[in-house]
């Protein structure tokens, strides 16, 4: 028997989304239905072993470097392995970053006269390595001026702010920033965590670590990684928390989706946290037996239309928002997701982790053609022979690009053809590689509309990097910022930068609402679909199972039993 | 011989520096090793990472920096996963040469039987039923002749009869924490195995019937006949070990392209080879893997060529190598 459960998200989504996993299950000829909150199915007992398929095996274990920037491997070796400052946690406020254990509370944030912002960490007196060392001040001194100072560095934002830092006493370590930063929390958190000096400091830090490390400062350690084969983890007999209740935890990397899915139904893997491509959705929909489905429709990913805002015929307000009114989202979601449950458009470029500091302001544009009309006949556009808009003899002809090969996208821009052809438009498909597209033509412009994700790994919005003007690749700046769709709106930088910079959260999020109010108004891109989430587990596997946005679905692998 | 097998050596080192350079260049253009970064929210890491990488020099010149540290014993650095290209090919060769090893042995002997058999049956039930059986087996790929086993020997014994386990695995040479050559790596050898051997025996058993029947209608044979020798003896002494020589040299230079060849079979087994190690590191941009990956699959073709050019001598002496 297949049991499906779909997690709820903010109050309001709650409420309209109620009776959706019923019907879902009912599609999809499952039972056992469960709406609320996390599931906990299986036995309770404590020891056993479990193995997991992985979908993907991440490049190296060495994590502030660029060689480790996979999803993955964050899921499997850094989150139960490493300890960080902040955890992120399903609030009130929905998604957000909470002092972790690691931290005795919310850390002391103050500003100087001059505008420096210092940031106070105290540690958990109880917080000891695997090898019974503690984690003290000196490790956050490290571990931030290895990721300000390293030339291997994947990410650096926010620690090119840190003018110093400082382990005053064993537990405790002082951060100044140069300036004031916003996103403060996701210092030592987020894509970092802390790392061991007392084992790193003076040594090859890639050599120790990048093949996977013995050491631990979270509930799991690594017993064992076998290129290409699989990932083991073992408790941390000496983590200061909540300690696992499984003996060993193995991630077996297969790759390809259907075999995946067979290694689940003969019981080689106990669970699967498979992307929601159209392969895996028919698996799903096929049935798979003793096994439970959970899916999380809030989530970090989403997926959206970007336009270039200076290419034809898109470099007019006018013509994008009748290409908003021309798609019919919610269409395209249940075409995609409808099999999950999940029907409901994204109306934010911000996702569902970012709740607290979206809005619902491109829910304005439903498929309307009698508005698509208006706005094109006002601004001078008239069908053609073949009813497609024109203008001074140019006709709204364009082309969408996304990733060739996935079915996902490719299905999504066929109903996007057929939506924008009734509507006057004219888009032919040119997909490309996903290297050609983010190393060529989105950072020269060579697109009028793309079809990508844009994925928060963090409850801290970052808008700022696809949507400020200095984030604009040229040939003056080496094609470099995020900003693809190239687009200038006044007084957005300004805004953006408040929510980057500001402490005051209060602040933070009235800045973001506004942010929020001229991206819709002027709309760069339309944000089409969140893609959710779905973690399937044998019977037999106990939780509390839940998928967290931000750190994957074995956040809580310490709570797994096994029956 | 030795001079022979030394001097086509020496031939083809030109021939893989050429290739190398070519290759070097190709992926270049088609890829980029910076992929990854580029959706990276901080603005300076795709500079930073050109110049730690020298990807603002000349293709040319890296390309060169790449040949002088090969002759100076380093094989290159992963950009993908910062690993030593050596050891990385190393890693994936074993399990290919596993899978080709125990493929290429359970398959040339079964299609040399199907061959031999099928000639000497032409035109009967047993030889039509091959026939049809070998086209069926050239047209069927790989993907779909692997997820169908899976399902039959790996998924219904546990769903339709209840079984605990199923008796033949299906993800990579050993269960989690084994290794070596037990019943365990045999549980999950033969799925992989088959899916390879089942196209090999198709193609070459079809190799074998021809090149037996041309044995067996040479005057050699009508000779040995017409003598009175007795009919298994002439099969099994004069036509089989002159048919020998052309079905080896197949085999052999088959068994040269596998050994990079085998992406698909690799793929649905969760077996980390040669074939992934070259799906990852396209997709990674990753021609310092790429460019020792190449030079070692073209090696194996060469030796593999060489094997058969002096395996055809050995068998048939009226072949001279010069």
Same mark, same amino acid.
Do not use: Q
């Given at each position: 028997m297949t049991s499906f459960t779909r997690r709820p998200g903010s109050p309001v989504e709650r409420l309209k989304r109620a009776l959706l996993p019923a019907a879902a299950a009912l599609a999809l000829g499952i039972s056992g239905c469960s709406a609320q909150g996390t599931s906990d199915s299986g036995s309770s007992a404590s020891g056993g072993e479990i193995v997991i398929g992985a979908e993907q095996e991440p490049d190296c274990a060495d994590w502030i470097a660029t060689c480790a920037a996979n999803i993955w491997g964050s899921y499997i070796m850094r989150t139960p392995t490493l300890p960080k400052a902040f955890d992120t946690r399903e609030t009130d406020d929905g998604w957000r970053l909470v002092p972790s254990d690691l931290l005795t509370g919310e850390p002391e944030v103050e500003i100087t006269a001059d505008g420096k912002q210092i940031i106070t960490y105290s540690i958990n007196p109880d917080a000891v390595w695997s090898d019974g060392e503690p984690i003290t001040g000196e490790d956050f001194v490290y571990t931030g001026l290895q990721v300000r100072d390293g030339d291997d560095i994947f990410d650096k934002t926010g620690y090119t702010l840190i003018e110093s830092i400082e382990a005053?006493? +064993?537990k405790t370590a002082v951060v100044t920033m140069s300036e004031q930063y916003g996103?403060?929390?996701?210092?030592?958190?987020?894509d970092f965590q802390v790392l061991p000096k007392h084992i790193l400091d003076g040594n090859d830090r890639a050599a120790i670590m990048k093949d996977g490390y013995d050491f631990s400062g979270g509930p799991w350690k690594i017993d064992s990684w076998v290129r290409g084969t699989s990932v083991t983890l073992v408790p941390n +007999?000496?983590?200061?928390?909540e300690k696992p209740k499984l003996d060993k935890v193995t991630f077996q990397f297969i790759t390809d989706t259907a075999a995946a899915f067979q290694a689940l139904k003969s019981g080689q893997v106990q669970a699967l946290y498979p992307t929601p491509q159209l392969d895996a959705l028919s698996q799903i929909e096929a049935g798979v037996p003793n096994t439970n489905i959970e899916v999380d429709p809030d989530t970090g990913n989403s997926e959206a239309i970007w336009i270039n805002n200076e290419a034809f015929p898109f470099d007019s307000v006018t013509t994008r928002q009748a290409l908003a009114y021309s798609i019919d989202r919610p269409a395209i979601v249940e075409r995609l997701y409808g099999k999950l449950g999940v029907s409901e458009a994204q109306q934010s470029f911000l996702s569902p982790l970012n709740a607290a500091f979206g809005s619902d302001e491109f829910s304005r544009y439903t498929r309307d053609l009698d508005k698509v009309d208006e706005l094109m006949t006002g601004d001078g556009w008239e069908k053609n022979g073949d009813g497609i808009w024109a203008k001074a003899g140019q006709a709204a002809e364009f082309r969408i690009t996304s990733h060739a090969g996935n079915k996902r996208r490719e299905l999504t821009e066929q109903v996007l053809q057929a939506q924008l052809e009734e509507a006057g438009f004219k888009m032919t498909i040119a997909n490309s590689s996903g290297a050609e597209i983010f190393s060529k033509l989105a950072p020269e412009g060579d697109f009028e509309l793309g079809l990508w994700t844009i994925i928060d790994t963090v409850p801290e919005p970052t808008l700022s990097a696809s949507f400020t003007s200095t984030a604009i690749p040229s040939e003056a700046n080496g094609y470099s910022g995020i900003n693809f769709v190239r687009t200038n709106i006044p007084g957005l930088d300004d805004l953006l930068t408040t929510v980057d910079r500001s402490v005051d959260d209060d602040e933070r999020i009235a800045a973001s609402l506004e942010a929020e109010k001229l991206i819709a108004a002027n709309i760069p891109g339309i944000p089409l679909a969140t893609v959710p989430n779905i973690l399937m587990t044998n019977d037999r596997i106990g939780g509390p199972l839940q998928i967290n946005p931000s750190e994957g679905p074995f956040w809580n692998l310490e709570k797994w039993t096994v029956g | 011989m030795i001079a022979y097998a030394l001097r086509r050596l020496l031939y083809s080192i030109p021939v893989v520096i050429v290739g190398s350079f070519l290759l070097f260049w190709a992926v270049r253009l088609a890829f980029d090793p910076l992929g990854k970064l580029r959706q990276s929210q901080d603005p300076t890491v795709v500079a930073r990472e050109i110049e730690r990488l020298g990807l603002d020099r000349s293709i040319p010149e890296q390309y060169f920096l790449w040949l002088k540290g090969l002759f100076s014993g380093s094989w290159g650095v992963s950009t993908?996963?910062?690993?030593?290209a050596m050891q990385m090919i190393a890693g994936a060769a074993w399990p290919t040469l596993q899978l080709i090893f125990w493929g290429v042995l359970i398959g040339s002997v079964i299609a040399l039987a199907v061959g031999v058999y099928s000639a000497v049956n032409q035109y009967r039930v047993g030889d039509y039923i091959f026939t049809g059986a070998s086209y069926i087996g050239i047209a069927l790929p790989a993907f779909w002749f692997g997820l169908l086993l899976i399902q039959i020997f790996g998924v219904w014994p546990v769903q *339709? =009869?209840? *079984?605990?386990?199923?008796p033949l695995y299906f993800?990579? =040479?050993?269960?989690?924490g084994d290794s070596g050559l037990n019943f365990d790596y045999i549980r999950h050898l033969v799925l992989p195995v088959v899916t390879l051997t089942i196209t090999l025996v198709a193609s070459w058993s079809r190799f074998g019937r021809a090149s037996m029947l041309d044995a067996l209608s040479s005057d050699y044979v009508r000779t040995a006949r017409a003598k009175g020798v007795p009919r298994k003896r002439v099969i099994a002494h004069h036509a089989l070990r002159n048919s020998m020589a052309p079905f080896i040299t197949v085999v052999l230079l088959d068994a040269g392209v596998l050994f990079g060849g085998l992406v698909v079979t690799e793929q649905i087994f969760s077996i980390p080879g040669m074939g992934k190690l070259l799906l990852d590191s396209l997709q990674a941009g990753d021609v310092y893997v790429l460019l020792p990956w190449m030079a070692v699959v073209a090696v194996a073709i060469i030796v593999f060529n060489l094997l058969a050019d002096l395996s055809y001598a050995f068998l048939d002496p009226r072949v001279k190598l010069r």
């Open positions: 005053p006493d +064993e996103l403060w929390r996701i210092l030592f958190s987020g +007999e000496n983590y200061w928390g | 993908r996963t910062g690993g030593d *339709a =009869l209840g *079984a605990k386990e199923p993800v990579g =040479l050993h269960s989690v």
